[in-house]
């Protein structure tokens, strides 16, 4: 029987079942891969095109910071006070290799910089591998060090030598606390300014003048934009942005009685602080011991350089804005306060003492006699203890602390370091409540009225203090920004009767015709006016030392400059040690006039 035999349409039909849907499949494949490939290739340009092309660009874009140059510092006079130098500092460029290869050229250029590998490549680190800008590692270079990176130029490929602006302190140590220091930012406070447009490796002002004016000297940085090959080699400049100098300042300081200052101090730790009365504008702010500012201008501070700043007598301390007792001083507010309350006349006379008690307590007078009969102006010229302690007691606390608080104790002066400036004490009930679970006796007024106990002050709180009575009952804002005139016109009335104010000038000029600062009562000086005070203060380990002082100024009928001086620790009155200083300052701003 012959098979049967399939005709040739059914066989063919046969071959092709399931074609159609295998065409079918590959389309709706090859639909999809296409469609997920426009999809990745849109999401890469639409959504992450931005930053592949920063990445891009940072493969053949090179920014080149251009630092700007700090604004200069002159005195009242024109004289130069802070400026710039152009010292030689190396650069890397980090991008240029890998974190491996950076790791092989970082050992060679520890030894020539004398820096510790780590210390580079921390810096690397911090900046970024892929950072497309220059990363200072070092400053201050040498001859030798320029040679040496020469040298090994085939080893360091990527290290570039470049010129930058740095602080430079003409006069040294003389106006240290005056002009502050600038220094590099700190690791916390890059985090904190890096929204203020700083970067890696920046100075900051840390304190006096360039800190207080930081953003008016700091100025505004530049660059160049340039497209570089794979190598990193310049192609062509795409972009410039000039760098914008900070702005100059001129300040009140004269730096010649600065350094008369500077030099009536001495060795003595303490402050002489010049100032008009008139305005408030600091003629001189001297604070010892000091420090040369130039220091931190170095890439690496030594360990002998470090000890000049850390000494155990706190060199950074600016002694004019620390609080003191301001002692037989601050008797010209207890004069304002007798005769402003009423309870006294000008013409009062009181009786004077070796010692009086009260509240069962005895205060001595400092001659331990007395000194008879006196009025005010008498009792200002001798310092008399126990005229005051009268004249406090009837007077009482609160009305001794208002007038305290109308001279400007207690508060913060609006000069310009108002992060260094403390504000003193001016102790009252609610304090003594606070502090000693104890109610204000009148053994507080009496400590007061003498300027003891818990009455704080700075030196340039005394010096406001004195500008009163010296511009006939105003009390002015110390300032060292000379063209500052709203600080510089600014005057408020204490509100005292011209009967207060004659008492104040005439008893001050007592104290130095006749009185306890007859040291200034000079023929080659101007007629001056002042007063004497010595602190009870102890030193470490409970030895008494006592703070001297001196304010004053001349000529007395219309002043033109007023000197505090202020020894700290000195162990001697404010007689003895601190008017031959204020003195020391007169002769020399007179001499000049």
Do not use: C
Request: hydrophobic letters at 35%.
């Amino acid at each position: 029987m012959t098979p049967l035999q399939l005709p040739p349409l059914l066989k063919k039909d046969t071959l092709t079942v399931g074609r159609g849907f295998q065409s079918i499949f590959f389309i709706v494949f090859t639909l999809l891969m296409t469609g997920g490939m426009s999809a990745r290739l849109a999401y890469l340009q639409l959504v992450e095109g931005t930053q592949h092309r920063k990445q891009a660009e940072s493969n053949r874009i090179r920014i080149i910071p251009k630092q700007p140059e700090r604004g200069n510092i002159f005195d009242r006079n024109g004289k130069l006070l802070a400026s710039t130098r152009y010292p030689r500092s190396v650069y890397l460029w980090p991008m240029a290799h890998t974190k491996e290869e950076w790791h092989k050229v970082a050992p060679r250029l520890s030894q020539i910089l004398d820096i510790p590998q780590e210390e580079i490549e921390k810096k690397l680190q911090e900046a970024g591998y892929r950072s497309s800008s220059l990363v200072r590692i070092a400053r201050d270079l040498n001859e030798a060090q320029v040679t040496a990176l020469k040298e090994y130029e085939n080893e360091l490929h990527d290290v570039e030598i470049h010129t930058e602006a740095v602080r430079y302190y003409p006069h040294g140590k003389a106006l240290a606390h005056v002009l502050g220091y600038t220094r590099e930012l700190t690791a916390e406070q890059l985090q904190e300014k890096k929204k203020e447009g700083y970067r890696l490796g920046d100075a900051i002002g840390q304190m006096g003048v360039e800190k207080a004016y930081e953003k008016t000297l700091r100025g505004e940085w530049g660059g160049q934009q340039l497209e570089v090959d794979g190598r990193g080699r310049p192609l062509r400049v795409l972009g410039e942005k000039e760098a914008k100098s900070g702005q100059d300042l001129h300040l009140t300081i004269d730096v010649d009685v600065q350094k008369a200052a500077e030099k009536a101090l001495g060795g003595r730790n303490g402050t002489i602080i010049a100032l008009d009365p008139n305005n408030g504008a600091v003629l001189a702010m001297v604070s010892h011991p000091t420090f040369d500012p130039n220091i931190f201008s170095k890439q690496k501070v030594t360990k002998k350089d470090w000890q000049t700043v850390q000494g155990e007598d706190y060199p950074l301390l600016n002694r004019a804005l620390r609080a003191y007792p301001p002692a037989s001083t601050f008797k010209i507010v207890t004069t304002a306060a007798g005769l402003e309350s009423g309870k006294f006349s000008p013409n009062t006379i009181l009786q004077t003492y070796g010692s009086l008690t009260f509240g069962g307590t005895t205060f001595g007078e400092w001659n331990h006699a007395g000194f008879g009969p006196l009025g005010f102006t008498g009792a200002i010229a001798n310092s008399s203890d126990t005229f005051f302690y009268q004249i406090g007691q009837r007077v009482g606390g609160p009305t001794l602390i208002e007038w305290t608080r109308k001279f400007g104790f207690g508060e913060k002066t609006g000069f310009e370091f108002a992060s260094e400036e403390s504000k003193g004490l001016v102790p009252d009930e609610s304090w003594k409540q606070k502090a000693w679970k104890m109610p204000w006796t009148v053994g507080d007024s009496i400590n007061m009225s003498i300027g003891q106990g818990a009455l704080l002050s700075t030196p340039l709180q005394v010096a406001g203090m004195f500008a009163i009575p010296a511009n006939n009952g105003y009390r002015v804002q110390p300032h060292l920004l000379k063209d500052n005139q709203e600080a510089k016109s600014w005057r408020e009335p204490v509100n005292m009767k011209p009967s207060t104010v004659k008492i104040l000038r005439s008893g001050l000029r007592q104290v130095i015709t006749e009185g306890t600062g007859k040291a200034l009562n000079v023929p080659t000086l101007p007629p001056i006016a002042g007063k004497t005070g010595t602190a009870e203060a102890w030193k470490r380990q409970g030895v008494k030392a006592n703070h001297a002082w001196f304010g004053g100024y001349a000529p007395a009928d219309k002043p033109q400059i007023l000197i505090v001086a202020f020894a700290e620790h000195s162990g001697g009155g404010g007689g003895s040690i601190a008017a031959p200083m204020a003195l020391k300052v007169m002769e020399e701003y007179f001499q000049k006039k």
